[in-house]
């Protein structure tokens, strides 16, 4: 069975360029994650879905930052205008509805110049 | 104040040796309680769960929870080169927030 995939697995752009992120989770998972993880720290939460519903969108700076996941299944992470500070991996990982096990990808590293 | 606090390390000890890595938090409304190992590059993967206060064996990795303390342990023992990685501490509430410790980063030399 294929695990959480995320692509692109890179990604190079300059500031105020737009960006986005792509995640498909493990099949049945209903819970999907996006998180952000700076260099020496742990991830942080971006949002979390229960299916297509964004449950916790808290952290996620929605001045430009934007998130989907249309039929509960893919989602798409954006970021637009990217700034330097943004640059960093973003997780996505997803869960059962009743499981305890988190699976992640691998992450997209961004890096804005 | 961070809702959990994690040594960031690095921790660097001899092959075979008993590593201890610890965290603390300060939300009692944590319930569950993870350890992630995370290898360069690579996601985090789920070494430990438990879910009361107590330890929790799996083959050399023992997990102590104290909830009254507020401080959870995991312990690798006889360690091995392949265990050198980033281990990462997380708690999470019923409400299905998972929050992440600052990671510790492994080394253990052959």
Redesign the interface.
């Known amino acids: 069975e294929a695990g959480?995939v995320q692509s692109p697995r890179y990604k190079i752009i300059e500031k105020k360029q737009p960006v986005a992120f792509w995640c498909n989770p493990i099949s049945g998972h209903n819970?999907l994650?996006w998180?952000r993880q700076n260099l020496?720290?742990?991830?942080?939460?971006l949002i979390?879905y229960e299916n297509e519903e964004a449950?916790?969108d808290s952290q996620l700076p929605k001045d430009r930052f934007s998130a989907e996941r249309l039929k509960g299944v893919d989602s798409t992470l954006k970021i637009q205008p990217a700034e330097l500070g943004d640059s960093a991996v973003y997780?996505c990982?997803s869960r059962s509805g009743d499981g305890?096990?988190?699976f992640?990808?691998?992450?997209t590293?961004l890096s804005v110049l | 104040q961070k809702e959990v606090e994690q040594d960031p390390g690095p921790l660097s000890v001899p092959e075979g040796a008993i590593v201890s890595l610890n965290c603390t938090y300060s939300n009692s409304a944590f319930q569950y309680f993870m350890w992630y190992r995370q290898y360069s590059r690579k996601g985090p993967e789920l070494l430990m769960y438990t879910y009361s206060s107590g330890n929790k064996e799996d083959g050399r990795f023992t997990a102590q929870v104290d909830k009254s303390s507020k401080y959870i342990s995991l312990f690798i023992r006889d360690s091995q080169p392949s265990d050198s990685a980033t281990y990462l501490c997380a708690m999470e509430n019923q409400g299905g927030k998972l929050i992440f410790g600052q990671g510790t980063e492994l080394s253990v030399k052959p």
């Open positions: 959480v819970t994650y998180y020496g720290q742990g991830p942080e939460l979390r449950v916790d997780l990982a305890e096990k988190l992640f990808g691998s992450g590293q």
